[in-house]
């Protein structure tokens, strides 16, 4: 925990290795100097009070997501928990409504497809933000509706139709409102005819922006409908291409800088995203490594890690950078919750560089299994999970000599047992709670799949958390079970990494033009999506285009060998399939189709497209 400053490269500076618990900071910390002192500043003596009052946290207690982690140290529970939704004895019906993009744009107008309103009609048994109690229609209404009406700042939009437990969208003239940059307060109200109910959504933004400024490059919508993202790359791209991002967190320095080829090598890898690892001090370098990559169309994720509770800081960079014809979202906090950074921060980011530039989304990664994650999750579009679970003592930690449990310790994954399925459960976690707060389509969930090892270049050796670096395989599994599990984009902790694990990112990406259609779909009918994970937790996720071709991804996170019918799918998924339909490969990692069976042996991956 810091709590007098933030991280980053500076001349006030002390090294973390004997306290800080991940990989990602091994840095260097310079210390946020309030206003009058910075005239003091090359008076030491005069800065001695201030540094003495900055260091007093760490004499006390060192933390890491509200955990005390070393010997001998007072063991207090952590607080923030995420409160889970109280169960009911009655079903409850939450009504949700959601603009199918954020932001809409003049340029929609071309397109009336996109001019939606998602709606969902969520049946449950617990209490999720906007639960209603509701009863049942009659047993012989097999397909109930409810007949929704939509207002804007509280005049009717549109009108259509949502079933009961599903999901539909409604389309809505754009050329009805006009363009400003505050947005519009959406509400739906939504009536069941047997017996006659009527509920209503809790409030969500709809934003209609005027036509970007000369000044920004590009644009990145969000997709509520998919989760995924739409960009456009300057002016002279006429319409928006969805993007599934895949890329890693990559050096700068020794690595990036200076060094074309490595870029051309990414490129090559199908990889689409670079997100460089700050500090930038070498301005040039880094504007030619930019210049590089709008050449080869590769995306930037713009990294504020270590100022982005700086607020001149932030609007410096946004502003030198919002004219990039690819830049596609910035990047502020990197794991806010495990710092104890302040709660509000990460939100207070997010809407500055809205104010700045509200034509591209912002990002986090939070790494705590549950430590206020409302707090940090508030105010930031896309989050990120960093579960790193491969090679770990999850009960011991080899660092510190002290056991790790729910309220104490570090163990390089937190609450983990140590193993695949902790993604699914992380995975699990942020889609149970974002549901819960009403936040399911208004943000989206990345991946950072575990790229590294104790031997690795990117981690200093008093990083002793993890044992080895995942092999192709599991990175690959690391991928797809976040993305059965709702993940839109895969940034791996980092590069450079071993060659295994480049040829298993290469193998994802290369694979994006057969995947995007189905994870991204920009149909106006919704895509179908279910997940199974089994009894020995294989997980299967499978998408329906409404065109009735079937997406099915499998993996297995076990160090055996698992099966799963394909019945089971074309069952979930309500598809008149038999096992002999016609299917091909577009992703082979070991997992097989024997007969009527996906079979995969120990952590293989599989992707096949029916029909």
């Not at 500090?279 to 030619?288: E, K, S």
């Not at 002793?464 to 976040?482: D, V």
Request: aromatic letters at 10%; a negative charge; hydrophobic letters at 40%.
């Amino acid at each position: 925990m810091v709590a007098a400053g933030t991280c980053h490269p500076g001349p006030i500076n002390f090294y973390l290795s004997d306290f800080w618990t991940s990989a990602r900071y091994t840095g260097i910390c310079q210390l946020n100097v309030p206003n009058p002192w910075v005239l003091l500043a090359s008076n030491v003596t005069a800065m001695l009070p201030l540094l003495l009052i900055a260091l007093v946290p760490f004499a006390l207690a060192q933390k890491w997501c509200g955990k005390v982690y070393k010997p001998g140290e007072a063991v207090v529970p952590p607080e923030g928990q995420f409160p889970l939704p109280a169960s009911t004895t009655t079903p409850q019906l939450a009504l949700r409504c959601n603009p199918a993009l954020i932001p809409f744009l003049p340029d929609d107008l071309q397109n009336p497809s996109a001019s939606l309103i998602v709606v969902d009609a969520l049946v449950r048994d617990t209490k999720v933000a906007g639960a209603e109690s509701f009863i049942q229609p009659p047993s012989n209404d097999t397909q109930p509706q409810l007949c929704v009406s939509v207002s804007l700042d509280g005049k009717p939009l549109t009108t259509g139709t949502v079933p009961l437990g599903g999901s539909s969208t409604i389309p809505f003239s754009l050329s009805k409102i006009s363009p400003r940059p505050e947005p519009y307060i959406l509400s739906c109200t939504a009536t069941l005819s047997s017996p006659k109910q009527t509920f209503t959504s809790i409030p969500a933004n709809l934003t209609y922006l005027p036509t970007p400024p000369a000044s920004v490059g590009s644009v990145t919508k969000l997709d509520l409908r998919s989760g995924g993202l739409l960009a456009k790359r300057g002016r002279g791209q006429e319409s928006y291409e969805p993007v599934f991002p895949v890329g890693f967190y990559t050096n700068f320095g020794n690595y990036l800088e200076g060094n074309d080829t490595v870029l051309e090598e990414i490129k090559n890898q199908g990889l689409n995203v670079v997100h460089p690892i700050p500090p930038f001090d070498n301005l040039t370098a880094f504007n030619l490594m930019v210049d590089k990559m709008e050449e080869l169309d590769l995306w930037l994720m713009y990294d504020m890690r270590w100022d982005y509770m700086n607020s001149t800081a932030v609007t410096e960079q946004v502003m030198s950078l919002r004219n990039r014809s690819n830049l596609l979202l910035y990047y502020t906090a990197d794991e806010p919750d495990g710092l104890e950074d302040p709660h509000s921060a990460p939100a207070a980011a997010a809407a500055l560089i809205k104010s700045l530039d509200p034509y591209r989304p912002s990002s986090l990664v939070l790494n705590c299994q549950d430590y206020f994650f409302t707090d940090y999750a508030a105010g930031t579009p896309i989050l990120m999970q960093d579960t790193y679970p491969i090679g770990i003592n999850a009960t011991f930690s080899v660092k510190w000599k002290t056991p790790c449990t729910l309220i104490q310790g570090v163990c390089g994954c937190d609450n983990c047992v140590g193993g695949l399925v902790d993604i699914q459960n992380r995975m699990l976690d942020f889609s149970t709670r974002l549901e819960a707060l009403g936040w399911e389509r208004s943000k989206t969930v990345w991946t950072v799949p575990q790229g590294f090892g104790s031997t690795d270049c990117c981690v200093r050796t008093s990083n002793k958390y993890w044992s080895r670096t995942p092999t192709g395989a599991e990175f690959l599994a690391q991928i797809i079970i976040a993305v059965n599990g709702g993940a839109r984009g895969s940034i791996s902790w980092n590069d450079p990494t071993t060659p295994s694990i480049k040829a298993a990112a290469s193998k994802f990406a290369l694979a994006l033009p057969e995947l995007t259609p189905f994870l991204l779909s920009i149909s106006p009918s919704l895509v179908g999506h279910w997940h199974i994970i089994n009894y020995y937790r294989l997980d299967v996720g499978f998408w329906v285009s409404p065109e009735g071709k079937m997406l099915v991804m499998a993996s297995n996170p076990n160090y055996f060998s698992t099966r799963i019918p394909l019945s089971e799918l074309f069952t979930a998924a309500s598809v008149n399939y038999t096992t002999s339909v016609k299917r091909r490969v577009v992703l082979d990692s070991g997992a097989r189709i024997v007969g009527s069976y996906i079979v995969c042996d120990s952590v293989q991956s599989g992707i096949w497209i029916f029909g």
